[in-house]
């Protein structure tokens, strides 16, 4: 079955949109109209995800598999979440085709163990789990909420985003692997070679901030620390948030 993606014609470099668990591409449209005068976009929904939602989303491996075909030669892949982990996962799978990263609100680990403070705690996302089982629209509407949290943002906005990106739910199938994909996916060990810029918010509930701790120690260089977002900087701070990517891709 064909994956669905959408090109937007646009000026620099090709960038490649992989959005967050539950979302879909309907999240970057605010973002689209200032992005494409600096690079050529493509807006991928996750597979079990949009216009994708027939397709299984599968483990990491699976979903790098599905995506690799329609990553173009240097491109610059921006994953926001759970999209910067696949991000990562095409990072490695594909050196020689991705000239650099663009990691938002992600994590090379997103869930908290003994060897790794600067995650999630394991129960937050066990209860997401159980929560789809009963509760699917109510759980992804939480979890929507929830990435805003702290942050002032305009209310209609956001509603009119939120109803805009669930009139093409992901597949509950999709949302179990891609809680899957949060639980296992760990590059802690792992960093990629190629140049990554890593995009937090200070009053994020779901990436601590003391990640920037570890983030250096694994040799990256370009962090961005935006102290009055939280998990959706692009959405609640987009003149702050282009600054920092029109930066770093004209460092490239």
Known sequence: MKLNIIKYSGQGKPLVLLHGWGMNSHVWQPLLPTLVQHAQVTCIDLPGHGANSHLPLGTLAEAVEQLAPHIPQDA??????????????????????????????????????????????????????????????????????????????????????????????????????GLTILQTADFSQAPVTQPALWMLGKLDKLIPVSLTDALPEMGYEHIAVLDSAAHVPFVTHPELFMERVEAFLGGL
């Open 76 to 177: 610059v892949i921006m994953g926001w979440s759970l999209g910067g982990l696949i991000a990562q996962g095409l990072a490695h799978a594909l050196p020689e085709r991705i000239a650099a990263l663009i990691l938002i609100a992600s994590t090379p680990k997103f869930v908290a163990e003994n060897d790794w403070a600067h995650g999630v705690s394991p129960d937050l996302l066990a209860l997401f789990g159980r929560s789809l089982q009963t509760d699917y629209l109510g759980t992804v509407k939480r979890f929507f909420a929830l990435q805003f949290l702290s942050t002032k943002t305009d209310t209609r906005l956001v509603n009119a985003l939120r109803e805009r990106i669930m009139e093409h739910p992901a597949s509950i199938t999709a949302l179990e692997e």
